[in-house]
């Protein structure tokens, strides 16, 4: 149980253009899913909190016009890069927190890789 | 002050060695606290939650101190296939948001 998927799970772009990373929780709900970013040789960093049917939390730093975030359903929420640049190219990771989780275990997609060219 | 610190390693280790791994945080509120593991290129898997009287799963032990803001992992019998990057994660005062120390690095070597 609980697997996320994502998709899709790598994408090179040209610089300028938009792409839409989606996740997905398969075999449960979630009101709550997290977006994340991993450069190279550094940790995951929170990008944004999206809860179902609500506007996303966006954490400090964060461009919300730049990253838009969908969440409308309790199992599928959208990532937006709008016009990527070069800068942008990271690992994108969502995770989702289960409806019935009383430990508050997030558990995650396997990741979009994106190469802004 | 990071508010998750983790020695980076990394930890080379043989095969069948005990290896134990530190964490600290910085925020009395945090009440979730979990161990996942990251192989290279692919997303973090949960390995352990932590619990306050602290818990053991398998060859993995994982203990809090809640006084001192103080996690720990315990591996023994190091595999070859523990080999990863383990990364300690404690909620937020939300709860629900994580926060990741930048991992430690475990590589086990026949």
């Known amino acids: 149980g609980a697997v996320v998927s994502q998709h899709p799970s790598w994408v090179i772009c040209k610089s300028g253009t938009s792409v839409k990373i989606e996740c997905r929780s398969l075999?449960?709900?979630?009101?709550?899913m997290f977006w994340y970013r991993q450069f190279p040789k550094q940790s995951l960093m929170l990008m944004a909190t999206?809860?179902?049917?609500?506007?996303?939390?966006?954490e400090q730093g964060v461009e919300k016009d730049k990253f838009l975030i969908n969440h409308a359903s309790l199992t599928l929420s959208t990532l937006t890069v709008t016009s990527a640049h070069p800068e942008d190219s990271s690992f994108y990771i969502c995770?989702?927190?289960?409806?019935?989780?009383?430990?508050?275990?997030?558990?995650f997609g396997p990741g979009t890789r994106l190469t802004v060219l | 002050r990071k508010e998750v610190e983790q020695d980076p390693g990394p930890f080379n280790v043989p095969e069948g060695a005990t290896v134990a791994f530190n964490c600290t945080y910085s925020?009395?509120?945090?009440?979730?606290f979990f161990w996942y593991r990251q192989d290279c290129r692919k997303e973090p898997k949960l390995l352990m939650s932590v619990y306050s009287s602290g818990n053991e799963d398998g060859r993995f032990t994982a203990q809090l101190n809640r006084a001192s803001q103080y996690i720990s992992l315990l591996i023994r019998d190091s595999k070859l296939s523990d080999s990863a990057t383990y990364l300690c994660v404690v909620s937020s005062g939300g709860y629900n948001k994580l926060i990741f120390g930048a991992g430690t690095r475990l590589a086990v070597h026949p």
């Open positions: 995770s989702a927190l289960p409806l019935a989780n009383t430990y508050y275990e997030q558990f």
């Open positions: 075999d449960f709900q979630a009101t709550t």
């Open positions: 999206s809860n179902e049917g609500s506007k996303a939390t966006y």
């Open positions: 925020n009395s509120a945090s009440q979730s």
